[in-house]
């Protein structure tokens, strides 16, 4: 079988443009599922073009809830932020929530026209602008943008505030993207991971209560951002391509 490398080469050699791939690639490559594995103290999942989650490692379980109660149709991170059940805490008057949200939208954009032969992401598209008036005033912008590296300040329902880069790594051979929860070198944020990772799992949250608790922390009127380095206050999003 042809690689897509090898497939893109053909084509062009051939003189033609390469045919666009019907729907986004959902085999996560082992080598992947291997990495997620040794990242014991790092949150990381995989999500295909659509924001589905595919694949996750224990930790991110955290920050998640365990997907694996959650049918697979239903795993799905951009549909968590904009259903109405899950807008809560006020979270939308947050800068950082909004332009998270807007760069998200504009990711599904891309791939929508990534993959116009998928009738998933169509059905997806279609449901949350008949549910959230929200994602069809941020869709109708027709912004088009890719998920890159994203600084984040979230409350955990569990730990409390933590902050972290969420880094964005593109898998060329399947067009998946793998997320990673970067913590500050000696910050409480890194600790916190930690005293996660030696958490049990029984303790980790529900699916739902992960959607909508671990968002972008709205600060205080009196509060100082912080830096990633600095945040947290020792005793301790869920989104995502971040």
């Given at each position: 079988?042809?690689?897509?490398?090898e497939r893109?080469?053909?084509?062009?050699?051939?003189g033609?443009?390469?045919?666009?791939s019907?729907?986004?690639?959902?085999?996560?490559?082992p080598a992947?599922?291997?990495?997620?594995?040794?990242?014991?103290e790092?949150?990381?999942y995989v999500?295909d073009?659509?924001?589905?989650?595919?694949?996750?490692?224990?930790?991110?379980?955290?920050f998640?809830g365990?997907?694996s109660?959650?049918?697979?149709?239903r795993?799905?991170l951009?549909?968590?932020?904009?259903?109405?059940?899950n807008?809560?805490h006020?979270?939308w008057?947050?800068?950082d929530t909004?332009?998270?949200?807007?760069?998200?939208?504009?990711?599904?954009?891309?791939?929508?026209?990534?993959?116009?032969?998928?009738?998933?992401i169509g059905?997806?598209?279609?449901?949350?602008?008949?549910?959230?008036?929200?994602?069809?005033?941020?869709?109708?912008?027709h912004e088009v943008?890719?998920?890159?590296r994203?600084?984040?300040?979230?409350?955990?329902?569990?730990?409390?505030?933590v902050?972290?880069?969420c880094?964005?790594?593109?898998?060329?051979?399947?067009?998946?993207?793998?997320?990673?929860?970067c913590?500050e070198?000696?910050?409480?944020?890194?600790?916190?991971?930690?005293?996660l990772?030696?958490?049990?799992?029984?303790?980790?949250?529900?699916?739902?209560?992960a959607?909508?608790d671990?968002?972008?922390?709205?600060?205080?009127?009196a509060?100082?951002?912080?830096?990633?380095?600095?945040?947290g206050?020792?005793?301790?999003?869920l989104?995502?391509?971040?």
């Open positions: 079988m042809l690689t897509i490398d893109e080469y053909l084509f062009r050699i051939a033609e443009n390469p045919l666009p019907l729907r986004p690639n959902r085999e996560v490559p992947i599922r291997v990495l997620l594995d040794t990242l014991t790092t949150p990381a999500m073009a659509k924001y589905d989650v595919l694949a996750w490692n224990r930790l991110a379980t955290f998640t365990d997907l109660a959650v049918p697979e149709s795993r799905n951009i549909r968590w932020m904009f259903l109405p059940e807008d809560t006020g979270r008057g947050d800068p909004v332009s998270f949200a807007r760069a998200s939208v504009a990711d599904l954009r891309a791939a929508y026209a990534q993959y116009p032969g998928d009738p998933d059905r997806l598209v279609a449901e949350l602008l008949d549910a959230s008036p929200r994602f069809a005033e941020i869709w109708a912008a943008e890719v998920r890159r994203i600084v984040k300040r979230v409350d955990h329902p569990i730990a409390g505030p902050a972290f880069d880094q964005v790594l593109h898998i060329p051979d399947t067009d998946q993207r793998l997320i990673i929860y913590a070198p000696g910050s409480a944020t890194q600790e916190t991971f930690r005293r990772a030696r958490t049990p799992l029984s303790e980790a949250p529900s699916p739902h209560t959607a909508d671990c968002h972008p922390r709205v600060p205080a009127a509060e100082t951002p912080q830096r990633p380095d600095t945040a206050t020792g005793s301790g999003p989104e995502s391509r971040g």
